[in-house]
Nanobody
Framework: RVQLVESGGGSVQAGGSLRLSCAASGYTYDSYTMGWIRQAPGKEREGVATIDGDSNTDYADSVKGRFSISLNRTENTLYLQMNSLKPDDTAMYYC???????????????????WGQGTQVTVSS
């Protein structure tokens, strides 16, 4: 089966950096949108970034200029490089795959076909 496994989360001080990885196994959807979604306690799920079927990337305004999404198609691994982290970035981060061929940063959760179990990111002030 298709499996997405996130890693790279942890605790970091404000201004620090983390690199999240999402390793995909099984049948992958490299020709369709993949993305990162986060959810903070008490808040709704929030789309963070996507990379679509043409490898175009899109970001939420709140992370633009700080985060970078990339996909290594050969290794079937999706990344989210997070720099200049802020306490508001604290959330559980989920990898998602199998979205529409084109989809912007706010690609809906239910537009994806596969999801990972998440990795926790905690940013202290």
């Amino acid at each position: 089966r298709v499996q997405l496994v996130e890693s790279g989360g942890g605790s970091v001080q404000a201004g620090g950096s983390l690199r999240l990885s999402c390793a995909a196994s099984g049948y992958t959807y490299d020709s369709y949108t993949m993305g990162w979604i986060r959810q903070a306690p008490g808040k709704e799920r929030e789309g963070v970034a996507t990379i679509d079927g043409d490898s175009n990337t899109d970001y939420a305004d709140s992370v633009k200029g700080r985060f970078s999404i990339s996909l290594n198609r050969t290794e079937n691994t999706l990344y989210l490089q997070m720099n200049s982290l802020k306490p508001d970035d604290t959330a559980m981060y989920y990898c998602a795959a199998g979205g529409p061929y084109y989809c912007s940063y706010d690609c809906r959760w239910d537009e994806y076909t596969y999801w990972g179990q998440g990795t926790q990111v905690t940013v202290s002030s």
